[in-house]
């Protein structure tokens, strides 16, 4: 069975900074893609980064660029999203994203709220 689980959302102030994690199981996490998307209320879920396989290509919605870094450790089939300068429109719900070929798995979200 896989399982992606999410991890260290949170209430943060502006400017400040948040690291999440996702922890994927039941699968073969080093062929995979990995991605954070985000849901605001009202709005549809967009992708925030996405990081290959190997890690060694990233990309990221213009939006966050140069605020928040993908990575990921293949040893412990974990991926992280290091968010930095947070701004109250960062607030949502960030999904973690499993991809390889058609097979698509989501975790259960973590809310991140940045608000004063």
């Known amino acids: 069975q896989v399982r992606l689980v999410e991890s260290g959302g949170g209430l943060v102030q502006p400017g400040r900074s948040l690291r999440l994690s996702c922890a994927a199981s039941?699968?073969?996490?080093?062929?995979?893609?990995m991605s954070w998307y985000r849901q605001a209320p009202g709005k549809e879920r967009e992708l925030v980064a996405v990081?290959?396989?190997?890690?060694?290509?990233?990309n990221y919605a213009e939006s966050v660029k140069g605020r928040f870094t993908i990575s990921r450790d293949n040893a412990k089939n974990t991926v992280y999203l290091q968010m930095n300068s947070l701004k109250p429109e960062d607030t949502a719900v960030y999904y973690c994203?499993?991809?390889?070929?058609?097979?698509?798995?989501w975790g259960q979200g973590t809310q991140v709220t940045v608000s004063s």
């Open positions: 039941g699968l073969p996490f080093s062929r995979y893609a």
């Open positions: 994203n499993a991809n390889y070929l058609t097979l698509d798995y």
């Open positions: 990081i290959a396989s190997s890690g060694r290509s990233t």
